[in-house]
């Protein structure tokens, strides 16, 4: 007997005329293409390569649009940003050895942060593999274990018939919580031969649920119930699983103040009443983690960054939920709940009992005139005064993504909102290629870009990359003549730094050399120079020559 849901899966008519008589001139490559059409792609990031040519010969035949960048670790970056800011799929196209090392630092990265990148890259032909030293061009050994240790799942194909399900498989484990980047391999002449399969038609690989037991998320809401001084810390996880309305929610039932992680800035309103906002660096912040009778950690391993480099001591009870198995209780002793944060998040709403505490709002208006009280004692007014022009000049619906450099430092705790950044891998370059793709994804507003002058030289190949696609990315380079922020910590470390002066070019005039508009900006020019940049359609540099100081940290017992 034939059950309803089995017809969905029967081939009509034109399905089976196509599949019996599948189009001429096809190769490997189109089953790649065609396979991430068919799971709902729509753009791929990539640079081309000899071993991965029968893919990109794929890409003109299919309705896929291709951004292509000039260094693979950038196109890895782009990609990364492309899956955060619409949490879909990134395809990102490699050929072998040198071209899939180059990316990464940028997988790296995006395992760091839950970006949902899925990477598929060439490998030498068939008779190569093994192990052997056959001498082909960009040989190793064993390719996908330099990609094991940094990517979330690792897929290899060896036939064409392999393909399909090797990227769905791919595809899935990429978009089950926790996100994060993934990795298929498939061999030069796999991708060239010629094909005779049937074209390939809509896939499924729909995500597993990750959803908390039932029990533990029962104690946890029992535990926030009772307590008189619970507190919430929301990390990345909020943010990736979409459940920052939840987490909202839930505070305002619980009157319990609200911290951000650097990697979950965006998930709690800034200005919110019970927002405690993101200063995980200053000790009156800490000190107020560790008084909370009950902590509810959602999306955050409490990493360095998180515990104000580890001085973080909990004195109450913790509760972590927590899509990365191997995040819980990692850091600290804790009810810990396997959950995808959205899910966890919903099981708590409907069990936990409402409380009112009226000292919350005070506790959270203490808090933060304390930071800014020790803030003004810094003489920092200049630092805080280009990190406000930045944010006054750009649009409120843009997104910013920043480099490792000393304004990013900055808007980690002090910018109002949502931004992107390097901080979970902490590798350089990461601003501008990320940028640009933020920008592939929606090219209908503008996106900032930051950046050191150091950190600038990574990603400065990627200004034709702008130029070629117009892309409406806004690069503002900070230049301090070096690695500014290693040159602070060495010369606190040792007296003075080494190995951090940089020679380094006119970006603008660099800039205007690649038909991208430039423009020499000063402190009390920064903010109109940059909301003219935002208003001119595609990409322009903005250049601040600068030297910006840190606050002082309070990990080391200073106050």
């Known amino acids: 007997m034939t059950h309803d849901h089995d017809l969905e899966l029967l081939p009509t008519a034109a399905q089976t005329e196509a599949a019996l008589n599948p189009p001429a001139g096809r190769n490997g490559g189109d089953l790649v293409v065609e396979t991430l059409h068919g799971l709902g792609a729509s753009t791929v990031f990539g640079l081309p390569g000899q071993h991965a040519l029968g893919m990109f010969d794929a890409l003109r035949r299919s309705d896929l649009r291709y951004v292509g960048l000039r260094v693979e670790n950038n196109a890895g970056f782009a990609a990364d940003a492309y899956g955060r800011v619409t949490g879909e799929v990134a395809p990102l196209l490699l050929s072998t050895g040198p071209g899939a090392l180059m990316s990464l630092a940028a997988l790296q990265e995006a395992a760091a942060a839950s970006a949902p990148v899925l990477a598929i890259g060439s490998q030498i032909p068939v008779a190569g593999l093994g192990g052997g030293r056959h001498g082909y061009l960009h040989e190793l050994r064993d390719q996908q274990a330099s990609f094991r240790d940094v990517v979330k799942s690792v897929h290899t194909v060896r036939t064409q018939s392999q393909i399909p399900s090797a990227i769905a498989a791919a595809w899935e484990s990429a978009l089950t919580a926790p996100h994060g980047p993934v990795w298929v391999e498939i061999p030069q002449?796999?991708?060239?031969?010629?094909?005779?399969?049937?074209?390939?038609?809509?896939?499924?690989?729909?995500?597993?649920?990750?959803?908390?037991?039932?029990?533990?998320?029962?104690?946890?809401?029992?535990?926030?119930?009772?307590?008189?001084?619970?507190?919430?810390?929301?990390?990345?996880?909020?943010?990736?699983?979409?459940?920052?309305?939840?987490?909202?929610?839930?505070?305002?039932?619980?009157?319990?103040?609200?911290?951000?992680?650097?990697?979950?800035?965006?998930?709690?309103?800034?200005?919110?009443?019970?927002?405690l906002q993101s200063w995980m660096e200053d000790r009156h912040t800490t000190d107020l983690l560790e008084d909370a009778d009950v902590l509810l950690v959602v999306g955050s391993g409490l990493g360095e960054l998180s515990s104000n480099y580890h001085t973080f001591a909990p004195r109450g009870r913790v509760i972590q939920i927590e899509a990365d198995a191997g995040k819980l209780e990692s850091n600290h002793p804790a009810l810990g709940i396997h959950g995808d944060a959205r899910l966890a998040l919903s099981a708590l709403l409907e069990t936990v009992a409402e409380r009112h505490d009226p000292s919350a709002p005070e506790r959270v208006a203490a808090l933060l005139s304390a930071v800014r009280e020790r803030l003004d004692g810094q003489d920092l007014a200049f630092e805080r005064e280009i990190l406000g022009s930045v944010r006054a000049a750009l649009p409120a619906s843009s997104p910013s993504f920043w480099d490792m450099t000393i304004l990013a430092y900055w808007a980690w705790s002090a910018w109002p909102g949502a931004l992107h950044s390097a901080q979970g891998a902490g590798g350089l370059g990461y601003g501008f290629p990320a940028a640009l793709g933020a920008a592939a994804a929606d090219p209908s507003k503008p996106v900032l870009a930051v950046s050191g002058d150091g950190g600038a030289m990574y990603s400065i190949a990627e200004l034709a990359t702008a130029k070629q696609y117009n892309l409406p990315v806004t690069w503002l380079i900070v230049d301090d003549g070096g690695y500014g922020i290693l040159r602070e910590y060495m010369t606190d470390a040792f007296g003075e730094a080494t190995a951090t002066e940089l020679s380094r070019p006119d970006f603008v005039a660099l800039a205007e050399s690649f038909g991208v508009s430039g423009v020499r900006t000063s402190p009390e020019t920064l903010r109109d120079d940059l909301a003219k940049a935002f208003a001119t359609p595609g990409p322009s540099v903005v250049v601040l020559p600068a030297l910006l100081k840190m606050f002082a940290p309070t990990h080391l017992g200073e106050s």
């Open 189 to 275: 002449d796999v991708l060239l031969a010629r094909t005779t399969l049937p074209v390939v038609t809509a896939m499924d690989a729909t995500p597993r649920d990750l959803v908390p037991r039932p029990e533990l998320t029962a104690v946890a809401a029992d535990l926030l119930s009772r307590a008189s001084r619970p507190v919430i810390i929301s990390g990345g996880g909020v943010v990736r699983s979409d459940a920052s309305g939840k987490l909202v929610a839930l505070a305002e039932r619980l009157d319990a103040p609200v911290v951000t992680t650097f990697g979950g800035k965006g998930a709690f309103p800034w200005e919110h009443p019970l927002s």
